[in-house]
C-alpha cells in the first residue's frame, strides 16, 4: 500500500475505516461464498435427494416383500401341520369345512387356499372374493405355478413365495411342501396361499414409507421416460427377485417405477412413485437469495454501518460489558439482567441470564451437597457446626433453652464385621431417616462422624429433649434391625447423651456439645442402650 493511500486511511476515522474494509472484505468473500455454493452446494443437494429418493423407493419395494415375508410365515406353519398331512393322505370333509371352508375363509386374512397333491392334482380350495367382488378360481393360481415348476421343480423344503395378478388384483403368493411337523418324510403335496395386496394394505406400505405410489397393471414407465430414463440398484429383497429401479429426472420431480414380476418371470404390475424436487428448488433459491442479498448489503452496508456499530453494537456491548462487571462485583448470581432486545445482543443477554440461572444452580447445589452427608440425606458435620454457631448467637440476643443430642449407635463395628459394609450403610441410612421422621420442622439431625448422630432441639427444655430421645428409642426399637453381634441387645440400639443449655447460661457452643458427649460417655459406661441427660452447667447427670 502507498503512502497516498496510508495517508488517506490514517486521515479517517474508525468508523469510516470499518465501512471500507467491510465493503472490501464482503465483496471479496462474497465472490468467493457464491463460486463455492455453486460448486458444492448444488451437487450435495442432489445427492441427498438422490439418496433420499433411493431410501423412499426402497422403503415402497421393502413393504411388498415383506407382504411375501408375513404370508410365508403362515403358510410355512400350515405345511408342517400334521392334521393336514393325515388330510393329504386320506381326505377329511370336516377338516376341509372346518378350516377352509366358506366360514373358515369369511374369517381368514386370505383369498385363496389350495391343498395339492404329489401329482399336481387339487385336494382342497377354499376361496374368498377380493376387494373388486371376483372370487379366485384354482387355476388362477395353479396354472402359472405348474408352469414355473416344470421350469425350475421345487426340490426343498423351503417356502418359496412371489407376486401375480389373481382376477386382475395384485396378489401375495405362497406355497410349501407337506411334511410332518418334524420335517421328516416325503412332501406328500404342497399347501398354496393367495392373498390380496388391496387398498388397505397398499395404503400401509405407504404409510409406513412414507412415500405415495401407485400400482398400475402396466410393465411400462410413464411416458416420455425413455430417453431420460437412469437405472438404480436397490439392495437385495428376500423374496423379490429383482432389483433393478427406473429413474427419471425432470426439472420439477423424481419419477420412479419398480416393475412386478410374476411367477413365471413376465412384469404384470408396475409400482409407480414420485418424489417432488423440492430440495434442488431448494438449492436455487438459496443461491439466487444469496446473490439478491449480497447485492443489496453491499449496496446498503456502508452508508449504515457507521450509524448501526454505534448504536446495535457498541453503546449495548458496553452496557451488557458494566452489567457484567457489577455482578463479578457482587457475586450476585441470582441476578437477571434486564436488557430485552429482539436482536443478538438481545439473545446474547439472555444467553447470559441463562447461564447465571445454571451457575446459580450449580452454586445451590454445590452449597447442598457442601452440608448434607452424601449416605443419610441429613446434615453432615460442616453443617451442624454452622447451626449449632448460628443458635448460639441467637441465643445471645433472645435466651431461650437450647438441646443437643449425641445419639451412637451401639456395637456398630461388630455390626459392620458381621452383616457387611453395605448392610452397615443401610443401617445408617434407617436411623438417619427415623430422626428426620421425628424431629420438628426447627430441629436439625446431623450425621457427625461415623455411627454418631447428632439432633439439635432449639427452645427445647430438659423434659422435651428427654421425651424426643426416647421417641426416637422408640423408632429404632421399632425397626428390629437384627443385631447378632450386639452383647447388649438382639437388634439394633443406640446410646444418647443429652446436654441441655438453660436460658440463663453463658458459654460457647463447644461447651454444649462437650456436655452432650460427656452424657453419651456415661450412657455407654452404664450399659449403652440408654439415655443419658446433663444440663450445663450444674443439673445432676441422670
Not at 196 to 210: K, M, P
Not at 222 to 242: C, N, Q
Not at 312 to 317: D, F, H, K, Q, S
Request: a neutral charge.
Amino acid at each position: 500500500m502507498g503512502p497516498l493511500n496510508q495517508g488517506l486511511l490514517a486521515r479517517l476515522g474508525i468508523r469510516p475505516r470499518i465501512v471500507l474494509m467491510f465493503a472490501l472484505v464482503f465483496g471479496l468473500m462474497g465472490s468467493l461464498g457464491l463460486l463455492l455454493m455453486q460448486h458444492n452446494l448444488l451437487p450435495a443437494f442432489d445427492a441427498i435427494e438422490k439418496r433420499f429418493a433411493q431410501d423412499s423407493a426402497k422403503r415402497v419395494v421393502s413393504g411388498f416383500d415383506e407382504q411375501l415375508s408375513s404370508l410365508s410365515v403362515l403358510n410355512h406353519d400350515w405345511a408342517f401341520w400334521d392334521e393336514l398331512y393325515s388330510h393329504m393322505q386320506q381326505p377329511s370333509p370336516a377338516f376341509e369345512h372346518s378350516n377352509i371352508g366358506t366360514a373358515a375363509m369369511q374369517s381368514s386374512n386370505l383369498n385363496a387356499i389350495l391343498f395339492v397333491d404329489r401329482h399336481q392334482k387339487v385336494a382342497g380350495f377354499g376361496a374368498r372374493a377380493q376387494s373388486n367382488g371376483e372370487m379366485p378360481r384354482q387355476n388362477d393360481v395353479l396354472a402359472p405355478l405348474l408352469r414355473r415348476w416344470a421350469r425350475a421343480p421345487q426340490q426343498t423344503l423351503v417356502t418359496a413365495c412371489g407376486l401375480m395378478q389373481v382376477q386382475k388384483m395384485v396378489s401375495a403368493v405362497c406355497w410349501t411342501p407337506i411334511v410332518h411337523s418334524d420335517g421328516t418324510g416325503t412332501p406328500i403335496g404342497l399347501v398354496v396361499m393367495a392373498r390380496e395386496l388391496d387398498r388397505s394394505t397398499l395404503a400401509t406400505i405407504g404409510q409406513n414409507a412414507g412415500i405415495p405410489f401407485t400400482v398400475e397393471p402396466q410393465a411400462e414407465a410413464p411416458s416420455g421416460a425413455a430417453t431420460a430414463e437412469l437405472s438404480w440398484e436397490l439392495s437385495a429383497f428376500k423374496y423379490l427377485p429383482h432389483r433393478s429401479l427406473g429413474v427419471v429426472y425432470e426439472d420439477q420431480r423424481i419419477t420412479m417405477h419398480y416393475l412386478l414380476y410374476d411367477l413365471e418371470e413376465k412384469p404384470f404390475s408396475a409400482v409407480h412413485m414420485q418424489l417432488e424436487r423440492s430440495l434442488a428448488a431448494q438449492a436455487q433459491r438459496i443461491v439466487l437469495d444469496v446473490v439478491l442479498q449480497l447485492a443489496l448489503v453491499a449496496l446498503v452496508s456502508g452508508l449504515a454501518l457507521l450509524l448501526a456499530v454505534h448504536l446495535w453494537l457498541v453503546r449495548p456491548i458496553r452496557r451488557l460489558q458494566a452489567d457484567l462487571v457489577g455482578l463479578g462485583t457482587t457475586q450476585r448470581w441470582d441476578s437477571v439482567l434486564a436488557y430485552e432486545r429482539a436482536d443478538e445482543i438481545g439473545a446474547l443477554t439472555q444467553g447470559v441470564n441463562a447461564l447465571l440461572q445454571v451457575l446459580r444452580c450449580q452454586v445451590d447445589a454445590l452449597t447442598t451437597l457442601s452440608s448434607t452427608d452424601a449416605l443419610t440425606g441429613i446434615a453432615n458435620r460442616r453443617q451442624f457446626d454452622e447451626r449449632l454457631a448460628y443458635e448460639f448467637v441467637r441465643l445471645a440476643r433472645r435466651p431461650a433453652p437450647l438441646s443437643l443430642l449425641l445419639l451412637d449407635v451401639d456395637h456398630f463395628k461388630r455390626y459392620n464385621d458381621m452383616y457387611g459394609h453395605p448392610m452397615g450403610d443401610a443401617a445408617l441410612q434407617q436411623v438417619g431417616a427415623l430422626l428426620k421422621k421425628c424431629c420438628r420442622q426447627q430441629d436439625l439431625p446431623a450425621r457427625i462422624g461415623g455411627e454418631e448422630f447428632g439432633l439439635l432441639l432449639p427452645e427445647t427444655d430438659a423434659p422435651g429433649a428427654i421425651t424426643m430421645a426416647e421417641k426416637c428409642m422408640q423408632a429404632l426399637a421399632a425397626q428390629a434391625i437384627v443385631h447378632g453381634g450386639s452383647t447388649t441387645h438382639p437388634y439394633l440400639t443406640a446410646s444418647i447423651g443429652i446436654a441441655t443449655w438453660g436460658s440463663d447460661h453463658v458459654g460457647e457452643a463447644s461447651a454444649l456439645l462437650r456436655q452432650a458427649d460427656e452424657a453419651l460417655y456415661t450412657a455407654k459406661q452404664q450399659g449403652r442402650n440408654r439415655i443419658c441427660h446433663r444440663c450445663y452447667p450444674d443439673l445432676p447427670t441422670s
